[in-house]
């Protein structure tokens, strides 16, 4: 059984800053994505950004996050990060991360493994 776990959510100013982390085990688990995805109550989960777990390490955006989230792997760890910059209120959400061998990374539905989520609140 796979299983994902994040951490890192809190609240923070806008402007500020925060690192989500999701470790993925087993450790032997090998998919195509992982990936942040964000939720609020009354919307539908939308995709934040993911990345491709392979040499190519390529990563894909919401364009309402471009140039301030960045997304990242550590293979040995089997961690992927998302570096949330310059944080917005409109960022409040429960974060989630997904893995999973997926033809459209940014849409939630073909993803297998999901974390239970991790809160972000951004204050104005």
């Known amino acids: 059984q796979v299983q994902l776990r994040e951490s890192g959510g809190g609240s923070v100013q806008a402007g500020g800053s925060l690192r989500l982390s999701c470790v993925a085990s087993p450790n032997s688990y090998r998919r195509n994505y992982m990936g942040w995805f964000r939720e609020v109550p009354g919307k539908e989960r939308e995709g934040v950004a993911t990345i491709y777990t392979s040499a190519t390490g390529a990563t894909i955006y919401a364009d309402s996050v471009k140039g301030r989230f960045t997304v990242s792997h550590d293979t040995a760890k089997n961690t992927v990060f998302l570096q949330m910059n310059d944080l917005k209120p409109e960022d409040s959400a429960m974060y989630f991360c997904?893995?999973?061998?997926?033809?459209?990374?940014?849409?939630?539905?073909?993803?297998?493994?999901w974390g239970q989520g991790t809160q972000v609140t951004v204050s104005s």
């Open positions: 997904a893995a999973g061998a997926v033809l459209y990374p940014l849409l939630p539905g073909d993803y297998k493994y």
